[in-house]
C-alpha cells in the first residue's frame, strides 16, 4: 500500500459521512479542501458500475488545476491500487481508470471547454473567482441525464459565485451547506492564527481563516465607491427612461467572453446603469439579437480600439461585421489602463446601478483588481486578468469613450425598427 493514500482528518471525514447530491463548503485556508474532494473523485471513479463515468475537476484557470490539482490527483490515484490501474495524460490533464472511468481536469476561465460534455460527478475549486454562469448555463445541465453530483468548495472573497451558491444552498434541504472557521475547527495550531492575524489586515485575517464574506477584497479597484453606492441606495431599482436614449460600452473578446453596458445619461451629469449583458463564444450577429430583444432606443455604441483590426480568416474587421449588422460603433480612445481605471473612478460616484439588471456587472466591477507579485509579495501595477476583466474592461470603455452630444440626442431608431436591408439600430 503506498504511504500517500489518503487519511481523512476529523472534519473530512465527518464531511464525507454527510455529503448530498449538491454540497457547498466553505472552508478556512489549509482545511484541506482540496485533498479531500480530489479523493471524493477518486472514490466515485473507482466504485462505479458504469463503464463511461465521467469527472471533472474545475479551478478557475486552467493553469491553477495543472499548478494544484494535477499532482494531487496522481499521487492519490496510486498507480495500480486495488488491481485498478490509472493512466494519465499529461497534454489533457486526465486520468484513465481501468475500468473506463475518466477524470478530467479544466479551468472556468474557457467555459466553451466544457460544453457539450455529459458528467457524474463535478468539483469547483475556490468558487468565488468563477463566473456564476460556469454552473448555471455549462455545468448544470451536463449533469442532469445523469443525475450527476457537484461539490463546491472555497473560500471567501467578498459576494460573488460562492455567496450566491451558500445562500442558495443554505436554504434548499436538498443541499448540503457547511462553513468550517478556523477558530472552530483547531487544524491550525493558535499560535499560528495568532501570528498570521498580527501579520495580515483584519479584513484579511477575516476573510481568510475566518470565512467572512463582508471583509473588503484586497487589492480591489472600486471596491470602496461600489460600497459607496450600496450606501447610498444608488444600487436599487432603476427605470429605462423611454425618451432617452441608451448607450452601450463593449469588450468584445474573440476566444472568451464579450461584456456590454447599457447606459443612460441622464440631466446633471448622472448615469443610470441600466442594464449588462455577458456571454462567450458567439459571433457579433448574436449580440445583435441581444440589441433587438432589449428593445431599447439606443444612442452611441462604444468600442476598444482593437475593433479595427482585420481578421485573418475573413480579411475583415469586426467594425465592419457590426456596420453590416447595423451597428456603427464609435472607438474609445488607446490611452493607458491606469488612466481608464482613474477615469471609472471619476464616474462611479455618478452612477446609479439597477441591482437586478446589472448583478453580474456590478460583482465584477467589485472584485476587479491588481494583480499581485508573489516574488515582491506585493500587488503590481497592472490589473489580474480573470473573469472580471469583461465587465471592467466595458465600463472602461463607456468611462473613456462616452461624449454627451452638445445639441441633445442624435436621431436614432429603436432595436424592433431594425431594417435589414440597410436600416441601421443606431443613429446614422
Excluded at 252 to 264: A, E, P, R, Y
Excluded at 396 to 419: I, L, M
Aim: net charge neutral; hydrophobic share 35%.
Amino acid at each position: 500500500m503506498s504511504s500517500d493514500l489518503y487519511v481523512p482528518r476529523e472534519h473530512q471525514a465527518r464531511i464525507e459521512a454527510k455529503l448530498d447530491r449538491f454540497s457547498v463548503l466553505v472552508c478556512h485556508r489549509r482545511f484541506g479542501k482540496t485533498v479531500l474532494s480530489v479523493n471524493r473523485l477518486i472514490r466515485a471513479a473507482r466504485a462505479t458500475s458504469r463503464d463511461d463515468w465521467r469527472g471533472a475537476y474545475i479551478a478557475p484557470l486552467y493553469r491553477q488545476a495543472k499548478t494544484v490539482v494535477w499532482d494531487e490527483l496522481k499521487r492519490y490515484c496510486g498507480q495500480g491500487l486495488d488491481g485498478c490501474t490509472v493512466k494519465f495524460n499529461e497534454s489533457e490533464l486526465r486520468a484513465d481508470f481501468e475500468n473506463g472511468a475518466r477524470i478530467r481536469l479544466f479551468g472556468a476561465n474557457n467555459p466553451d471547454s466544457l460544453r457539450g460534455m455529459y458528467l457524474d460527478g463535478v468539483v469547483f475549486d475556490e468558487v468565488a473567482q468563477m463566473p456564476l454562469r460556469v454552473w448555471t448555463e455549462v455545468i448544470r445541465p451536463a449533469l442532469s441525464d445523469r443525475r450527476g453530483w457537484a461539490m463546491f468548495i472555497g473560500t471567501p472573497r467578498g459576494k460573488n459565485a460562492l455567496y450566491e451558491i451558500w445562500e442558495k444552498a443554505r436554504l434548499d434541504p436538498d443541499w448540503l451547506a457547511a462553513m468550517y472557521r478556523a477558530s472552530e475547527t483547531r487544524i491550525i495550531p493558535a499560535c499560528e492564527l495568532d501570528a498570521s492575524a498580527r501579520e495580515m489586515s483584519p479584513e484579511e485575517y477575516e476573510q481568510e481563516f475566518e470565512c467572512s464574506f463582508t471583509a473588503a477584497i484586497r487589492g480591489a479597484y472600486f471596491g470602496q465607491l461600489l460600497a459607496d453606492a450600496d450606501r447610498e441606495g444608488r444600487v436599487t431599482d432603476v427605470r429605462v427612461d423611454p425618451s432617452m436614449p441608451v448607450h452601450t460600452a463593449w469588450d468584445l473578446g474573440m476566444s472568451d467572453s464579450t461584456s456590454i453596458w447599457f447606459v443612460q445619461a441622464r440631466p446633471g451629469g448622472t448615469f443610470a446603469v441600466v442594464d449588462y449583458y455577458e456571454a462567450s463564444g458567439e459571433g457579433l450577429d448574436h449580440y445583435a439579437k441581444v440589441l433587438d430583444a432589449r428593445g431599447y432606443k439606443y444612442g452611441t455604441h462604444i468600442a476598444p480600439h482593437d475593433i479595427r483590426v482585420r481578421e485573418l480568416g475573413t480579411g475583415k474587421s469586426r467594425l465592419e461585421v457590426a456596420r453590416s449588422l447595423g451597428i456603427r460603433f464609435d472607438i474609445a480612445a488607446n490611452i493607458p489602463i491606469q488612466d481608464g481605471i482613474n477615469a471609472v473612478r471619476t464616474i462611479l460616484p455618478r452612477c446609479w446601478f439597477d441591482e437586478n439588471r446589472c448583478a453580474a456587472g456590478l460583482e465584477a466591477l467589485r472584485h476587479y483588481r491588481r494583480s499581485f507579485n508573489d516574488r515582491t509579495a506585493d500587488f503590481s501595477a497592472q490589473p489580474l486578468h480573470d473573469w472580471t476583466s469583461h465587465a471592467a474592461d466595458g465600463f472602461r470603455y463607456f468611462a473613456v469613450g462616452f461624449r454627451q452630444p452638445e445639441s441633445g440626442p442624435r436621431p436614432s431608431r429603436t432595436a424592433n425598427n431594425y431594417n435589414p436591408f440597410g436600416g441601421s439600430r443606431v443613429r446614422n
